[in-house]
């Protein structure tokens, strides 16, 4: 009897072995099974978050393309956006930013060339944002051009507002002998996330000037858009006190013509900027747009990024987060 028992507990112990070792089976395939249905879910809210953002940078562009008045400011439709719009399943957002407000850093160099203009604007910023202490603005704006160029020979001066100023640029051989050595873009920018290769452009640096520089730009600056530092790196005459009289008006009213701040300007100062107009280095209307489409599907997230040239509706640059 004793021998009959004790095979009957041992089935019962092996039967209730294998009962553990199939449940615990079929509760990690269970849970694999589960794991897997939510990161097919995942992905299926961010294909169709994908392309409700691609939707988004459509009429983005769209917005821009029914904008055709004289002058863009940012009391306009497109300067508005769409925040949260309910498509479907889910919801897109897009925003849009003018560029030609900023100071386009690629105008600096034409192939190995710098441009006067638009060298005496990037110094002329960085001098009014006073970056004194974390760089000199010389040394700064001699490292970008060196960058930008076609060249191999580092400036050693730059001559910006009557000014001579010794520098010490750098190109291939610099950048060759850090630690982790790379080569000199000698080329136009990409993004303004490559400012960080640059000699001296450290990431305080960047972080400050960035709300004022583009890469894909014009030379004509908008003066409806522009801040208060791209309005004074324009000229010496203009002032802080000058940029904030010209902020103070177009939100009163956009500038349709620069001929509209002759009677709120010194003299002077209406002088230069009306012969910036005529050179074509400052206007009230905008070729350039960055605009950023983010869609929420459930679970599903995605984020696009295009910069448009709005004359042909051109598409600049393209990226997805």
Request: no cysteine; proline share 3%; aromatic share 6%.
């Amino acid at each position: 009897m004793n021998g009959r028992r004790g095979n009957r507990g041992m089935a019962l112990l092996l039967v209730l072995v294998i009962v553990a070792l199939l449940t615990s089976l079929l509760t990690d395939l269970a849970f694999s099974t589960m794991v897997d249905m939510r990161l097919t879910e995942t992905f299926r809210d961010s294909t169709k978050a994908y392309y409700l953002a691609k939707g988004g940078i459509n009429a983005g562009r769209m917005i821009i393309q029914e904008d055709r008045n004289n002058y863009d400011s940012l009391d306009e439709t497109w300067s508005k956006g769409v925040i949260n719009y309910p498509v479907g399943e889910g919801s897109v957002t897009i925003r849009i930013e003018d560029q030609d407000g900023k100071l386009s850093l690629n105008g600096l160099v034409n192939r190995n060339s710098p441009q006067a203009i638009m060298t005496d604007r990037f110094y002329r910023l960085l001098v009014v944002m006073e970056l004194d202490n974390l760089a000199d603005p010389a040394e700064l704006t001699a490292a970008l051009i060196d960058w930008l160029d076609t060249g191999d020979d580092p400036y050693t001066e730059i001559h910006t507002d009557g000014l001579s100023l010794p520098v010490s640029g750098a190109e291939d051989i610099y950048y060759r002998n850090q630690a982790q050595p790379y080569g000199s873009k000698n080329g136009p920018l990409e993004t303004l996330q490559e400012l960080s290769l640059i000699k001296g452009f450290t990431a305080e640096i960047i972080k400050q000037i960035s709300p004022h520089l583009t890469v894909n730009g014009t030379a004509a600056v908008n003066i409806n858009t522009a801040s208060a530092e791209v309005l004074m790196a324009l000229d010496l005459q203009i002032s802080r006190d000058t940029a904030q009289t010209i902020i103070d008006y177009r939100q009163t009213e956009p500038i349709k013509s620069i001929a509209q701040l002759e009677e709120i300007l010194a003299p002077e100062v209406y002088v230069v900027l009306k012969t910036l107009a005529n050179q074509k280095q400052l206007g009230t209307t905008s070729q350039t747009y960055r605009i950023e489409a983010s869609a929420q599907v459930n679970d599903g997230s995605r984020r696009l990024m295009a910069k448009v040239n709005k004359k042909g509706n051109k598409l600049l640059f393209f990226k997805v987060n």
